[in-house]
Antibody, heavy 122, light 111 residues
Framework: QITLKESGPTLVKPTQTLTLTCTFS??????????VGWIRQPPGKALEWLTL???????RYSPSLKSRLSITKDTSRDQVVLTMTNTDTVDTATYYC??????????????WGQGTLVTVSS | QSVLTQPPSVSGAPGQRVTISCTGS?????????VHWYQQFPGAAPKLVIY???NRPSGAPDRFSGSKSGTSASLTITGLQAEDEADFYC???????????FGGGTRLTVL
């Protein structure tokens, strides 16, 4: 059974760097085809895809946030780390990590973590 | 402004059928990429209910079905139940953005 859980600070000040960790079980990111993504949701708003990391260390970023995001993996600890620099109040959101599956024509997220609410405020 | 367009809200009485639309472009749905649907209850994480246009994952009620044609897709719920009341999001892949894209979400109200 695949499970994921996000952890990190609940409050960060504007301009600070936000670091979130996704700890997962039930699969290995060293297995061909596997991937983990980060998605966020501001309060009362829609889901927004941020980034994705693949088993081969390939990475994809949302073009609008690419300059501020970094994603890494630690396969020995079954963890994925999201780093967001120069945070702003608009980055206040619930951040989810999710397990990615592929189809013949795309990819989707079949298992999600519970999410962690991060507030950016001075 | 979301890349995929959904109606903000839909409603229906128990037992009725409701359909939620998802409109994309030639860069995502129109390019042949699959559409997937998630249900989200207040305060909870999204849960997959339809993947690859019309496939239900294990545990998803068979009242949920999906379809896709060209740049549009839809999620249909038949035999509406009070427990279906939630927000629904469509998701696909966009080749111009080289990443996943979501719709703006649709709130389903069971009258």
């Amino acid at each position: 059974q695949i499970t994921l859980k996000e952890s990190g600070p609940t409050l960060v000040k504007p301009t600070q760097t936000l670091t979130l960790t996704c700890t997962f079980s039930g699969f290995s990111l060293s297995t061909s085809g596997e991937g983990v993504g980060w998605i966020r949701q501001p309060p009362g708003k829609a889901l927004e895809w941020l980034t994705l990391i693949y088993w081969d260390d390939g990475k994809r970023y949302s073009p609008s946030l690419k300059s501020r995001l970094s994603i890494t993996k630690d396969t020995s600890r079954d963890q994925v780390v999201l780093t967001m620099t120069n945070t702003d109040t608009v980055d206040t959101a619930t951040y989810y990590c999710a397990h990615r599956r592929i189809t013949a024509a795309g990819q989707y997220f079949d298992r999600w973590g519970q999410g962690t609410l991060v507030t950016v405020s001075s | 402004q979301s890349v995929l367009t959904q109606p903000p809200s839909v409603s229906g009485a128990p037992g009725q059928r409701v359909t939620i639309s998802c409109t994309g472009s030639s860069s995502n749905l129109g390019a042949g990429y699959d559409v997937h649907w998630y249900q989200q209850f207040p305060g909870a994480a999204p849960k997959l209910v339809i993947y690859a246009n019309n496939n239900r994952p294990s545990g998803a009620p068979d009242r949920f079905s999906g379809s896709k044609s060209g740049t549009s897709a839809s999620l249909t719920i038949t035999g509406l139940q009070a427990e279906d009341e939630a927000d629904f999001y469509c998701q696909s892949f966009d080749k111009s953005l080289s990443g996943a894209v979501f719709g703006g979400g649709t709130r389903l109200t069971v009258l």
